[in-house]
């Protein structure tokens, strides 16, 4: 019974990290904020494409793109619609959140939060 509920978990496991297409995670704080305290988790899936924005425990789905040097995430009251945020982390791990629901066409609004991030490290699944 050990062995087969031991096989189990494994397969279980396996499947996790095979089903995980995450490419980068990031972390974010509120700029003066403690890093026990993340606001934001921020990811890109493999195809760096899509990834994901965690706010407050509600996940939205995102497209994903690399601007320059920095990371963009665009997302959505609803699914399908078009893209009402902007999440951008610049290198040096300073986030911006833009509101371009009534902003005309693609012009950025001033951002209304800023916030510090740190890259987390994906797990090495080849070991």
């Known amino acids: 019974m050990k062995k087969i509920i031991l096989a189990l978990t494994l397969i279980t496991i396996s499947a ?25 988790v921020a990811k890109s899936n493999k195809d760096s494409v899509l990834g994901s924005i965690e706010i407050a425990g509600t996940i939205h789905k995102a497209t994903f793109k690399v601007v320059g ?10 699914p399908n619609s078009k893209i009402d945020y902007v999440f951008k982390i610049s290198p040096n791990g300073i986030a911006h959140y833009f509101d371009l629901a009534g902003a005309k066409g693609k012009e950025y609004t001033e951002s209304s ?12 699944l080849t070991k």
């Open 16 to 40: 996790s990290a095979i089903a995980d297409n995450t490419k980068e995670t990031w972390e974010c704080k509120a700029f003066a904020g403690q890093w026990s305290d993340i606001l934001v």
């Open 69 to 78: 040097l920095d990371r963009e995430w665009g997302f959505g009251d609803a």
């Open 113 to 124: 939060m800023t916030f510090k991030c740190r890259q987390k490290k994906q797990p090495d």
